[in-house]
């Protein structure tokens, strides 16, 4: 039991990575796209508040912990299987660039392999409608319409000021707001994973019901977060960067705004809620709030499509791996084989990406840098001439 619950445990944390490398956009897409920041500056300063904000709550944890499935049901390779469906699922919609939720990805891999394994009576149906469901649907619009007010404003009171001087402003204010967004993502996103280890140590005999969060188990997941922010996501940031609108400094220093106050909000009533869902939200009302703004909406089709399959696919993956573990005679021998095949497929979409690598150095080339006082190194080209 002792081996299960350190290989689950670990497993958690690779989850934890992925979820940091994954929603580096939330915080980093808006200001990388309008060169607020460099690329890599800004994924370390957001690796960093995405380590401070893991410290500022438990809420979420205990939402996760005893919120969404029965702890005295539950068992440690349940638990190993649904994280296992969260991070297959994350890794494919990371290959292909959809800013998808890492939390509804563990919501729905735990709860798919709570189902395969103990039926519907394993699950707080409630919990999940009210912690994860109504707040999934209600937060992209309410940021979304946060972002366009605000953005609106941002223009008018600024409309007498001279663009370059507007430009340069709202680029320094958004490294104050895609801060904030950081912080916010790691104090709402990090939670989730020990909340996940928490189920996992009283599950295996490790903790007691109700004894809290260890700091241990605060400390990893703070790390694991960190460097899976740190190592970019750069896929994503470029979705939700340059393909969703083009995004100005206002709108950015507006829907960073009404993104970190959104998850902050949640996080202090401890609903589990997608920081991508929110951001994302948030882009689209930027862009619905700069006259002569434009909106790809093939692009939000996409990925609202995502947004409804990944519950749904991350809980088959959850059950498939349940139902893996559960055929071996032995948990460790079902452990081991789901792990070696999770593996195998994380590898394979790795070394797949590499035909088209994303990084930091052309992660925003599709944008003209007609306006580049953050990269004085670069050409200044006409977007007309860019665009032909």
């Not at 009302?285 to 692009?299: D, K």
């Not at 559960?326 to 590499?354: E, I, K, N, Q, W």
Request: net charge positive; aromatic share 8%.
């Amino acid at each position: 039991m002792l081996t299960l619950v350190v290989v689950t445990v670990v497993t958690a944390l690779v989850f934890d990575y992925t979820n940091g490398f994954h929603d580096t956009a939330n915080a980093m897409a808006t200001t990388i796209a309008t060169r607020a920041l460099r690329p890599r500056v800004a994924v370390g300063m957001a690796s960093v508040l995405n380590f401070v904000g893991a410290f500022l709550s438990v809420t979420v944890a205990a939402t996760i912990a005893s919120g969404i499935v029965d702890q005295t049901t539950i068992t440690v390779p349940v638990v190993f299987a649904g994280l296992i469906g969260a991070i297959v699922w994350n890794v494919i919609t990371w290959y292909g660039g959809i800013p998808s939720s890492s939390s509804h990805a563990l919501v729905g891999g735990v709860v798919g392999a709570v189902l395969a394994a103990e039926g519907t009576a394993g699950v707080v149906w409630s919990g999940i409608a009210a912690k994860v469901l109504i707040p999934a649907l209600l937060a992209p619009f309410v940021c979304g319409l946060a972002a366009l007010v605000a953005t609106r404003l941002a223009y008018r009171l600024t409309r007498s000021i001279d663009d370059e001087s507007v430009g340069k402003g709202y680029r320094r204010s958004q490294i104050f707001s895609s801060g904030l967004v950081a912080l916010a993502h790691g104090t709402n996103d990090a939670q989730k994973t020990m909340g996940v280890i928490v189920l996992t140590l009283v599950a295996g005999g490790q903790l007691s019901a109700g004894a809290g969060v260890p700091f241990w188990v605060k400390a990893t997941c703070a790390i694991a977060v960190a460097l899976g922010t740190f190592s970019g996501g750069w896929r994503v940031i470029r979705t939700l960067g340059t393909k969703v609108t083009h995004v100005e400094p206002g709108q950015g220093f507006s829907a960073e705004t009404a993104s970190a106050t959104t998850i902050l909000s949640s996080a202090f009533f401890g609903f589990s809620l997608s920081t991508t869902q929110v951001v994302s939200g948030g882009v689209v009302g930027a862009g619905l709030g700069r006259t002569g703004g434009v909106v790809q909406w093939w692009v939000v089709r996409r990925m609202v499509l995502a947004w409804l399959v990944t519950l749904p696919a991350a809980g088959l993956m959850g059950a498939a791996a349940e139902g893996a573990v559960s055929a071996f005679p032995s948990d460790t021998a079902g452990v081991a084989f789901v792990a070696a095949l999770a593996v195998a497929v994380v590898s394979f979409l790795a070394v797949r990406s590499r035909r088209t690598s994303v990084n930091a150095g052309n992660v925003i080339d599709a944008i003209p840098p007609d306006s580049d006082p953050v990269f004085p190194d670069k050409p200044i080209v006409p977007a007309v001439a860019a665009a032909s």
